[in-house]
């Protein structure tokens, strides 16, 4: 099993739609979680942490279950903007290392 | 947040030859790394630079391909070397220890490296 687990899409949604991307990982010490953003050529940029108690940024929620080892991300009222490719990044347990997922993509479409 | 550098941002080199790559932040930081990320794929990491001492490796990456140095809190380089097509692929850096962000890892724009 990888130790982290995203569909890879492409997700080609409307503007305005609401999309939601899964993520599940296998290291049951894992502590923190991320999403990342990545455009096309850049480096990834650092979206949002998730926190167990689940959080808000705007438009976008994040979602942790330990028990299932599964973290989502949902993005509502979706934007030309936000095509992208979203990672789902966990750490290594006791350690700053991070570990990537493949990422998935979305197209927003007009 | 603070501002991550990398020179070069790209190049295109012969087989067999080196390239290091420079990362350079505008803050003190507690934590380097350097990743990979090859077409189509996500990031690797490849090693931990520590300051003032030789850096930790992640499996599948030895010190004799990629040396890094990591003289003071603020700069470190990795270079690729003895390069191969193979290696052809997105060099990043990233830290962690930021002033107010403490476990949350940024990462710099990246070098583009091409092997011919």
């Known amino acids: 099993r990888k130790e982290v687990e995203q569909d890879p899409g492409p997700f080609n949604v409307p503007e305005g739609a609401t999309v939601a991307f899964n993520c599940t990982y296998s290291n049951s010490a894992s502590q923190s979680f991320f999403w990342y953003r990545q455009d096309c050529r850049k480096e990834p940029k650092l979206l949002m942490s998730?926190?167990?108690s689940g959080n808000e940024d705007g438009r976008f929620t994040a979602q942790l279950n330990r028990a299932s080892q599964y973290i989502s991300l949902l993005i509502r009222d979706s934007k030309l903007s936000d095509s992208a490719t979203y990672l789902c990044v966990v750490n290594r347990a006791g350690s700053y290392q991070l570990t990537f997922g493949k990422g998935t993509k979305l197209s927003v479409i007009p | 947040s603070a501002v991550i550098s990398q020179k070069p941002s790209r190049d295109i080199c012969q087989r067999g030859t080196s390239l290091t790559i420079q990362c350079q932040v505008d803050s003190q930081v507690t934590m380097m790394f350097w990743y990979r990320q090859q077409p189509g794929q996500s990031l690797t990491l490849i090693a931990t630079a520590n300051q003032g001492s030789e850096a930790t490796y992640e499996s599948g990456f030895v010190i004799d391909k990629f040396p890094i140095s990591r003289p003071n809190l603020t700069f470190s380089t990795l270079t690729v070397s003895n390069m191969s097509p193979e290696d052809s692929s997105i060099y990043l850096c990233?830290?962690?220890?930021?002033?107010?962000?403490?476990?949350?890892?940024?990462f710099g724009p990246g070098t583009r490296l091409t092997v011919l």
């Open positions: 998730v926190y167990s």
């Open positions: 990233s830290v962690v220890g930021l002033a107010g962000v403490n476990n949350e890892q940024f």
